[in-house]
């Protein structure tokens, strides 16, 4: 069986077991703790990060973008990066929203702060960077809210990848229960959709050691 190293709140492996779900692909989950810099795993992905997917014929993929893209080549139904080539242009403009713009000004300041640095032992959260994710995320589940109202899923009439991507992330934030629902009724109600397809199953059974989820995390109606 192929095998995904992963972590738990990691947004990147969390959009690659979304996108094995949906195409109903079997993996063996493997967590890797990245910060012990392990011979065998840098052997594999010099970066030192996951996601990580190793096939059975032991063809390797690393980062999420690659393996996501490789899996819609070697897997292409159901389709996740469909649509003309205008269509796949904004999928992919959303994709990088989420795993770069996203990142960078929410999960990071949120996550990395308050769970990544524990794990690394690289100091205490910065009190300055959380409030600046709390105000950050406000602005995106706006921008998410108004792509919602505006379509059927966030990049137009089907599910895609965009919608993958930044579900991956919103989970991550929000099973530290920091994703302010009440914000935004059509980013909630897009959430929900996504929440209750069987491929984000797995995602709400994950349970951090040390670190329970917010009460409301794996409740589908909130």
Same mark, same amino acid.
Not at 103 to 118: A, I, N, Y
């Given at each position: 069986?192929?095998?995904?190293?992963?972590?738990?709140?990691? /947004?990147?492996?969390?959009?690659?077991?979304?996108?094995?779900?949906?195409?109903?692909?079997? %993996?063996?989950?493997?967590?890797?703790?990245?910060?012990?810099?392990?011979?065998? &795993?840098?052997?594999?992905?010099?970066?030192?990060?996951?996601?990580?997917?190793?096939?059975?014929?032991?063809?390797?993929?690393?980062?999420?973008?690659?393996?996501?893209?490789?899996?819609?080549?070697?897997?292409?139904?159901?389709?996740?990066?469909? $649509?003309?080539?205008?269509?796949?242009?904004?999928?992919?403009?959303?994709?990088?929203?989420?795993?770069?713009? &996203?990142?960078?000004?929410?999960?990071?300041?949120?996550?990395?702060?308050?769970?990544?640095?524990? &794990?690394?032992?690289?100091?205490?959260?910065?009190?300055?960077?959380?409030?600046?994710?709390?105000?950050?995320?406000?602005?995106?589940?706006?921008?998410?809210?108004?792509?919602?109202?505006?379509?059927?899923?966030?990049?137009?009439?089907? &599910?895609?990848?965009?919608?993958? %991507?930044?579900?991956?992330?919103?989970?991550?934030?929000?099973?530290? $229960?920091?994703?302010?629902?009440?914000?935004?009724?059509?980013?909630?109600?897009?959430?929900?959709?996504?929440?209750?397809?069987?491929?984000?199953? /797995?995602?709400? %059974?994950?349970?951090?050691?040390?670190?329970?989820?917010?009460?409301?995390?794996?409740?589908?109606?909130?």
């Amino acid at each position: 069986m192929r095998t995904l190293f992963h972590l738990a709140l990691s /947004p990147q492996s969390r959009l690659v077991r979304l996108v094995l779900g949906e195409k109903r692909m079997e %993996a063996h989950l493997r967590a890797e703790p990245i910060w012990d810099r392990r011979e065998d &795993f840098l052997a594999i992905n010099p970066a030192g990060e996951v996601p990580v997917l190793v096939e059975d014929d032991g063809t390797t993929v690393a980062g999420a973008g690659p393996i996501a893209e490789y899996l819609e080549e070697t897997c292409p139904e159901p389709a996740l990066l469909q $649509g003309d080539a205008a269509e796949r242009a904004e999928i992919r403009r959303l994709v990088a929203w989420f795993d770069r713009k &996203f990142d960078r000004e929410v999960t990071d300041l949120l996550v990395g702060e308050k769970v990544l640095k524990r &794990f690394l032992g690289i100091g205490e959260p910065s009190s300055e960077a959380i409030r600046a994710g709390h105000a950050n995320i406000v602005i995106h589940l706006d921008y998410i809210g108004w792509l919602a109202e505006r379509r059927t899923w966030l990049a137009g009439d089907r &599910f895609s990848l965009a919608d993958v %991507a930044a579900a991956a992330h919103l989970s991550c934030v929000d099973y530290l $229960g920091d994703v302010p629902w009440d914000r935004n009724a059509e980013a909630k109600d897009w959430y929900a959709r996504v929440k209750s397809r069987p491929s984000f199953r /797995p995602l709400l %059974a994950d349970h951090v050691s040390g670190l329970r989820p917010a009460k409301h995390y794996a409740d589908l109606d909130f």
